[in-house]
């Protein structure tokens, strides 16, 4: 059973403020995507990384996939209040259906 | 932006009824999934369908679990005779070959 653990599982910080989120497991993954989900909506896809060690910037968001492929990061610069929300990482294996794992969850909030 | 339409967005069912929750994908995608959501847990894996046929499913999907795709656009998933533990948020989603998912809003699902 692959597991994807996300730590931490809450965060609250004040607006201008810098975190991290990490997301980790001891399986490899062909591919890892990052979500944000809304209370009562689906998770709606942030990044997909793909190779080992790669970065990806959106906006004040750097998302890296680890050298091995078994972990992740999500960095926010300066957070905003709009950032707050669910963010969930998912990993998925090579094969044709390439069904998704999802991580735990970390539940953020940025208050002024 | 296209869009994973679902319905109903909630229903409200007997236990030991069946149910239907329906699911119209992006039109050009391929691969078509379910995932379900337990208050407060993650997001889980239900089935894969991939060229009108299952390719991969999970152990939740047992034989109480049925998917159709009957004209090309819809994506069913029905339960049979449903269980009060069946009670989540139920999500549809779609994928292009090597792109990431869309899902959708969900289907609240609860039995009473």
């Known amino acids: 059973t692959q597991l994807l653990e996300q730590s931490p599982q809450f965060l609250s910080i004040q607006e201008g403020e810098n975190l991290t989120v990490y997301c980790n497991s001891s399986?490899?993954?062909?591919?890892l995507q990052w979500y944000r989900q809304e209370p009562g909506e689906g998770p709606v896809l942030l990044v997909t990384?793909?190779?080992?060690?790669e970065v990806k910037k959106l906006k004040r968001l750097t998302f890296q996939f680890g050298d091995a492929r078994k972990d992740s990061s999500l960095h926010i610069t300066a957070a905003q209040p709009g950032d707050t929300g669910l963010y969930l990482c998912?990993?998925?294996?090579?094969?044709?259906?390439?069904?998704?794992?999802f991580g735990t969850g970390t539940r953020l909030q940025v208050t002024l | 932006e296209p869009e994973v339409t679902q319905t109903p967005s909630h229903q409200v069912t007997q236990m030991g009824q069946e149910v239907i929750l329906r699911c119209v994908p992006i039109?050009?995608?391929?691969?078509f999934y379910w995932y379900r959501q337990i208050l407060g847990q993650k997001v889980e894996f239900l089935v894969s369908?991939?060229?009108?046929?299952?390719?991969?499913k999970s152990e939740i999907f047992d034989d109480q679990f049925s998917v159709e795709r009957p004209d090309g656009s819809n994506f069913t998933l029905k339960i049979r005779s449903t269980k009060l533990e069946d009670s989540a948020m139920y999500f549809c989603?779609?994928?292009?070959?090597?792109?990431?998912?869309?899902f959708g809003s969900g289907t609240r699902l609860t039995v009473v």
């Open positions: 989603a779609s994928r292009l070959a090597n792109y990431g998912y869309t």
């Open positions: 399986s490899v993954f062909s591919s």
């Open positions: 990384v793909v190779t080992g060690g």
């Open positions: 998912a990993g998925a294996q090579s094969g044709t259906a390439s069904k998704l794992t």
């Open positions: 039109s050009n995608h391929l691969y």
């Open positions: 369908f991939y060229n009108n046929e299952i390719s991969e």
